[in-house]
């Protein structure tokens, strides 16, 4: 039998890696696979990369991923010069060593695991068309199905959502792990799937493991995070606290029809009158007991 640790968005979180790590020395591993978003997000996305590097594990580019190689090149979007809505990925690019991103560089985008008698698997990070495209668990199947047509797997794994899913949708078996390091589901827990394996097929474990949050809280703050990012680092800063998506603040800032310069007065009027599922895709809206 074959036995995977399947890892997805640990964004700079050493915490959260370092207690997935050690829960997985309970387990006889075969190999550890990392589904994309290694970096960004977190105060120590330098260190989690080289952990990363180092263990030589199969890893693949997600979308924050680009934002480190991408940044500051013709190949980036014209709204990424917005110093102000982009500060943590200027942070974030300084920090990272030359030569860790230049591993990075080379990174796959999918990777197509082929273990013996076992059937394939094949991972991408978003969709298999782009990083930065949902699968969300309230897709129905047809549109799941439209996503999948041109892959000839019939397992996948990807992440991108921060969400666990298992899930059969024609002949596809999908799995996503959730995010070790910035879960979105109201849980402050890392969240990683073990892939058991032979020749019937794939099944999974899904591993919620407690990480120590204020060491992460603690380190936005030493490592100037919260001093240079601005009112998008607090935005970050938040979801780590809270385990909720709180982006919608840029939403409601459309609704307001009217172009305001990003502040932290701003801020503090949205978090004053906070319902952060008023602006999140429903996917999120789980553990609202």
């Known amino acids: ?29 075969d190999q550890v696979i990392v589904a994309g978003d290694t970096i960004h997000f977190g105060p120590f996305s330098n260190q989690v990369a080289k952990i990363v590097i180092e263990s030589e594990w199969p890893v693949i580019r997600g979308n924050n991923e680009y934002f ?10 014209i709204t990424w010069n917005n110093t102000v809505q982009f500060a943590p990925t200027i942070w974030t690019n300084q920090r990272i060593d030359p030569e860790v991103k230049n591993k990075i560089a080379t990174w796959p985008d999918t990777l197509n695991l082929r273990f013996g008698d076992l059937p394939p698997i094949q991972v991408f990070h978003g969709t298999p068309a782009s990083s930065w495209e949902p699968i969300f668990w ?3 199947d047809t ?12 397992y996948v794994i990807c992440g991108h959502t921060h ?11 999908i799995f996503n792990p959730g995010s070790v390091g910035l879960p979105l589901d109201g849980i402050s827990s890392a969240s990683y799937m073990i892939l058991e394996g032979n020749k019937p097929g794939w099944r999974a474990t899904v591993r919620r493991i407690p990480f120590n949050r204020e060491d992460v809280l603690r380190e936005f703050e ?23 998506p709180t982006f919608g603040f840029l939403k409601w800032l459309e609704t307001r029809k009217v172009k305001e310069p990003l502040t932290h007065e701003l801020l503090d009027e949205y978090f004053a009158n906070f319902k952060w599922w008023e602006f999140a895709n429903p ?3 789980l553990n609202m007991g």
């Open 222 to 244: 030493e490592s100037g995070y919260n001093k240079d990012c601005g009112p998008i680092g607090k935005l970050i800063v938040e979801i780590h606290k809270i385990a909720r």
């Open 138 to 140: 309230t897709m129905n």
């Open 1 to 29: 039998m074959t036995r995977l640790a399947v890892l997805s968005d640990i964004h700079g979180n050493l915490p959260a890696l370092q207690a997935v790590l050690a829960d997985i020395k309970n387990f006889n591993i």
């Open 143 to 154: 549109e799941i199905e439209k996503i999948l047509t041109n892959v000839e797997a019939d």
């Open 163 to 173: 969400l666990v899913m298992d899930r059969q949708v024609g002949r596809w078996h």
């Open 68 to 77: 480190l190689l991408d940044f500051n090149t013709s190949r980036a979007s």
């Open 283 to 285: 996917a999120y809206h």
